[in-house]
């Protein structure tokens, strides 16, 4: 197992999609988005950074990441879209299904939680952070700057720090680091140039046949207030979920609300 990330290597295990993007290595910094996001007027090309470990990694709706050293995966890719940040709403469902079909192809059993969560068996397995910014020095930009963190080996010293049951993938945390990071760019970039091109609808599909809650009964809350309950049917092509109620079927926007499936 390499357990340090080797810039040379994961070029060399691109693809004709991963070509596209030039990679980074670090030993250690506080967060990989940030990293990207304060260099965006300086970007010209895709670009992935990755760390062997991150002191202030951050998660969606200004949640803590936590992580230790060796322990997870976590890495941030910034890539340039001639679309408008509302056009980009549903990214992270389609960055969800190019995660979920990766790690299902290595043997590990995952499903999608919306917005953006993989799962193993109902518990937290990787999440995405997608932070968008437009370029000063090209006024056709949008740049996504797409942070990512896989659990590899979790100590339970970090899941009661965590305060919740998540999951880890102790099978991947065999495999090569560089060849595992090379798998998830190639994915990657072929899901964000496609997305370029066609949008949600060429992902809407494959999201929901790796709902983890299709046709359960969930509730969304916002700040731990339920605004909705019913029956989770899958997401729209804007990537809304949708969700048959006592009063009719609603569309469900991302936001910073959350879903939770009611036992």
Avoid at 14 to 23: A, E, F, I, L
Avoid at 62 to 73: F, I, N
Avoid at 151 to 159: C, G, H, I, Q, T
Avoid at 201 to 226: E, K, P, S, T
């Amino acid at each position: 197992m390499s357990s340090i990330f080797n810039a040379s290597q994961i070029l060399l295990l691109r693809d004709h999609y991963g070509s596209q993007v030039d990679v980074e290595v670090v030993q250690e910094t506080g967060s990989t988005n940030a990293d990207l996001l304060a260099r965006i007027d300086h970007l010209y090309s895709p670009l992935l950074r990755v760390a062997e470990s991150q002191t202030a990694g951050r998660g969606r709706a200004g949640r803590v990441w936590h992580s230790v050293p060796g322990g997870m995966l976590t890495f941030s890719l910034a890539w340039r879209f001639s679309k408008s940040a509302q056009a980009l709403s549903g990214l992270p469902l389609a960055v969800g299904v190019a995660l979920a079909e990766v790690l299902i192809s290595l043997g590990v059993p995952v499903q999608l939680k919306w917005p953006n969560d993989i799962l193993k068996e109902h518990k937290k397995l990787a999440g995405i952070l997608i932070e968008t910014a437009a370029s000063h020095a090209d006024d056709d930009a949008m740049w996504a700057v797409i942070g990512i963190g896989v659990n590899l080996r979790v100590p339970d010293a970090l899941e009661t720090e965590i305060g919740q049951a998540v999951a880890d993938a102790p099978w991947l945390a065999q495999m090569d680091r560089n060849l595992l990071l090379a798998r998830l760019l190639n994915a990657l970039a072929r899901t964000l140039s496609e997305f370029q091109q066609q949008g949600l609808a060429a992902f809407v599909m494959r999201w929901n046949a790796l709902h983890a809650y299709a046709n359960q009964c969930v509730r969304i809350l916002d700040g731990g207030v339920v605004l909705h309950e019913g029956i989770a049917l899958g997401v729209d092509e804007s990537g809304c979920l949708l969700l048959q109620t006592a009063h009719g079927q609603v569309a469900i926007v991302a936001g910073d609300v959350s879903l939770r499936p009611v036992n």
